[in-house]
């Protein structure tokens, strides 16, 4: 069984940062990380293959979000510049999903999510 913890949401500014985190018990899977903003389905924001150099990102962050996985912690980031008021969302991480060339399904195994705030 794969379990994902995460942590590192909160509340900031428009322009801020945030890291997001997720601990993962195993590695070697597709990670990924989705976003479900109140009343709506999770949607893709970054994804990418655990030994990959190829990441994969919604055009919505292109630029501003950047995904990255440190093997030896098994831990995935998402790190996120320039935040909106748009990007306002609970985060989730994933695992064991598919992706493409250019965008990531999910897989069965999830975080617990991260609200992620942009107000001023």
């Known amino acids: 069984q794969l379990r994902l913890v995460e942590s590192g949401g909160g509340l900031v500014q428009p322009g801020g940062s945030l890291r997001l985190s997720c601990a993962a018990s195993?590695?070697?899977?597709?990670m990924g990380w989705f976003r479900q903003f109140p009343g709506e389905e999770r949607e893709f924001v970054a994804g990418m293959l655990w030994s990959d150099a190829n990441p994969r990102y919604t055009d919505s962050v292109k630029g501003r979000f950047t995904i990255s996985i440190d093997n030896a912690k098994r831990m995935v980031y998402l790190q996120m510049n320039s935040l909106e008021p748009e990007d306002t969302a609970a985060y989730y991480c994933?695992?064991?999903?598919?992706?493409?060339?250019?965008?990531?399904?999910?897989?069965?195994?999830w975080g617990q999510g991260a609200q992620v705030t942009v107000s001023s």
């Open positions: 994933n695992a064991a999903g598919y992706c493409s060339d250019y965008v990531c399904l999910p897989g069965p195994y």
């Open positions: 195993k590695s070697g899977y597709v």
